[in-house]
T-cell receptor, first 117, second 119 residues
Framework: AQSVTQLDSHVSVSEGTPVLLRCNYS??????LFWYVQHPNKGLQLLLK??????LVKGINGFEAEFKKSETSFHLTKPSAHMSDAAEYFC???????????????FGKGTKLSVKP | ETGVTQTPRHLVMGMTNKKSLKCEQH?????MYWYKQSAKKPLELMFV???????ENNSVPSRFSPECPNSSHLFLHLHTLQPEDSALYLC??????????????????FGQGTRLTVV
């Protein structure tokens, strides 16, 4: 079974400082991994995805994430936080199912990012 | 605009009412999902329709009933709900295809959600 753990429920940074949101996963297979962002009262928007190509993945709004198989991690980073980055971030692993048609996404519990002026 | 449209955006209903949530995707995907997002709880997968098969989720109460008439439309029929069912209900779609090791989803695209309040 696959699972994903977001290590921090809340991260607070100052504007202009780096952002690090941590995510660890467990998977029996080669996973696909995603980061989504959700602004208040909005749906989820894909930030970036890893699907067994380059291990360093660049996404929208200056975010990037590095897939580290040895550490089973997929941490999200950004060099310089902006006020508009304040939102909730979800790390997601794609579930692979043999012999069936189901494939679904396993969500972490989310990390709320606050950005102080 | 993500290509996934949910209506209504907000819904207030009494516990004896019957209502339906609608989701439409314009992305040509073959899998659609209902998720429930409650305050301070992880996103909960409720139902999946993938490759025209419905995946039962035994933990979802029968007062929630999904319907997927075709690959572009998904409904969630609601009846005799409880106040604890108040939440943001999110619809999503993705493309499911075979990879080397089985079925693999591409990323999911989400609608804006329906904010449901049960009074």
């Amino acid at each position: 079974a696959q699972s994903v753990t977001q290590l921090d429920s809340h991260v607070s940074v100052s504007e202009g400082t780096p952002v690090l949101l941590r995510c660890n996963y467990s998977s029996s297979y080669s996973p696909s991994l995603f980061w989504y962002v959700q602004h208040p009262n909005k749906g989820l928007q894909l930030l970036l995805k890893y699907t067994s190509a380059a291990t360093l993945v660049k996404g929208i709004n200056g975010f990037e994430a590095e897939f580290k198989k040895s550490e089973t991690s997929f941490h999200l980073t950004k060099p310089s936080a902006h006020m508009s980055d304040a939102a909730e971030y979800f790390c997601v692993v794609s579930d692979l199912s043999y012999g069936g048609s189901q494939g679904n996404l396993i969500f972490g519990k989310g990390t709320k990012l606050s950005v102080k002026p | 605009e993500t290509g996934v449209t949910q209506t209504p955006r907000h819904l207030v209903m009494g516990m004896t009412n019957k209502k339906s949530l609608k989701c439409e995707q314009h992305l040509g995907h073959n899998a659609m999902y209902w998720y429930k997002q409650s305050a301070k709880k992880p996103l909960e997968l409720m139902f999946v329709y993938s490759l025209e098969e419905r995946v039962e989720n035994n933990s979802v109460p029968s007062r929630f009933s999904p319907e997927c008439p075709n690959s572009s439309h998904l409904f969630l029929h609601l009846h005799t709900l409880q106040p604890e069912d108040s939440a943001l209900y999110l619809c999503a779609s993705s493309q499911t295809g075979t990879g080397d090791t089985g079925y693999l989803n591409t990323e999911a695209f989400f609608g804006q959600g329906t904010r449901l309040t049960v009074v």
